[in-house]
């Protein structure tokens, strides 16, 4: 007889379609038939409407679209920072979320401002809770180990200076001993990242010292401090002047040419076109260019 743990674990290692093409498929994350619902009252906005793509490893990819299109949240999604009701994400031939019916999704607020939660029914799936808090943990893990993240408004601590901020994901999920065993290594790395991105004379400084190009630099060093495998980036130049954008995308496509893939969200249509491929959202779903 099948206990309830190994049921859980057999339902939640349970791929979903195309488990053929899975296999063999060398690409680095892939979103298949993405869709993504926020209800707010009585309304229901299907912002994703099955999206599927593909990103390369090494690519530079742009996210585009007007505002409200979705780019955010497919950003979100393709990252694991947020779950869709449908279709998977794949990294390294890995699945980031549940099967669909087992998913926990809250999504959204009724009238009266409570929380919507469209979860799975766990229980009628006899998957446990606890089984479904360990899948969220390796979502998590993989986010923090595998994926670095840069904001438009660059989400830096102000209490840290600028090496400690870029040191802080080596902070995350370590213990105190792992911590300490690893800090000199860490810095030295954080080190030189902020001489990559040009920073190395304003280690002291704290973000409230720093114009916005240099708190950018800063959240782009911090993004690398685990050696990700994609950055993700949403509207990292939204908040900058052109020429201090226009610095940012340099470094971000310098970072791409020395193998960093690259998702990034952007309104600039000018920066977009020089990415190595666009993907255009159009009412939850997308027209590519090559
Ligand atoms: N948590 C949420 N609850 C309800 N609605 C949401 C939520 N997050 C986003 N939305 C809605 O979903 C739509 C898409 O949002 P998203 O942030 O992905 O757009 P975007 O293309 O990034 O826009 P912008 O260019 O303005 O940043 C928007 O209309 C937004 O209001
Ligand atoms: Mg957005």
């Given amino acids: 007889m099948e206990t309830p743990a190994q049921r859980s674990k057999r339902i939640l290692s349970k791929t979903l379609p195309n488990q053929?093409?899975?296999?063999?498929?060398?690409?680095?994350?892939?979103?298949?038939g993405l869709h993504k619902t926020y209800y707010l009252g009585r309304t229901e906005l299907h912002v994703l409407r099955g999206v599927s793509v593909t990103i390369d490893p090494g690519g530079l990819v742009a996210i585009t679209g007007a505002s409200g299109s979705g780019k955010s949240t497919l950003l979100h999604v393709l990252s694991g920072?947020?779950?869709p009701q449908r279709g998977q994400v794949y990294y390294n031939n890995e699945p980031l979320f549940e099967p669909e019916g087992v998913r926990q999704i809250p999504v959204g607020r009724?009238?009266?401002?409570?929380?919507i939660d469209r979860s799975g029914p766990v229980q009628a799936h006899g998957v446990s809770r606890a089984a479904l808090r360990?899948?969220?943990a390796r979502r998590n893990e993989m986010r923090n180990k595998r994926f670095g993240f840069?904001?438009?408004?660059?989400?830096?601590?102000?209490?840290f200076d600028v090496l400690e901020n870029v040191m802080l994901p080596h902070m995350v999920g370590s213990t105190t001993a792992g911590w300490l065993n690893g800090r000199a290594a860490a810095e030295t790395r954080a080190l030189s990242l902020l001489e990559r991105v040009g920073l190395k004379e304003r280690l002291k400084h704290r973000p409230n010292e720093l114009s916005g190009g240099e708190r950018q630099r800063v959240s782009i060093a911090r993004a690398l401090m685990n050696e990700p495998d994609i950055l993700?980036?949403?509207?990292?130049?939204?908040?900058?002047?052109?020429?201090?954008?226009?610095?940012?995308?340099?470094?971000?496509?310098?970072?791409n040419t020395a193998g960093q893939t690259i998702v990034m969200v952007t309104h600039d249509r000018e920066l977009a076109r020089e990415a190595?491929?666009?993907?255009?959202?159009?009412?939850?779903?997308?027209?590519?260019t090559a």
């Fill in 20 to 32: 053929g093409e899975r296999v063999n498929s060398a690409k680095v994350i892939r979103g298949e």
């Fill in 150 to 159: 840069v904001f438009q408004f660059y989400h830096l601590l102000p209490e």
């Fill in 81 to 83: 920072l947020d779950v």
């Fill in 276 to 288: 190595e491929r666009t993907i255009h959202l159009v009412d939850g779903q997308m027209e590519t």
């Fill in 110 to 115: 009724d009238a009266d401002g409570a929380a």
């Fill in 134 to 136: 360990d899948f969220e």
């Fill in 232 to 255: 993700f980036a949403d509207e990292p130049t939204g908040n900058l002047d052109g020429k201090t954008g226009r610095a940012i995308f340099d470094l971000l496509q310098e970072l």
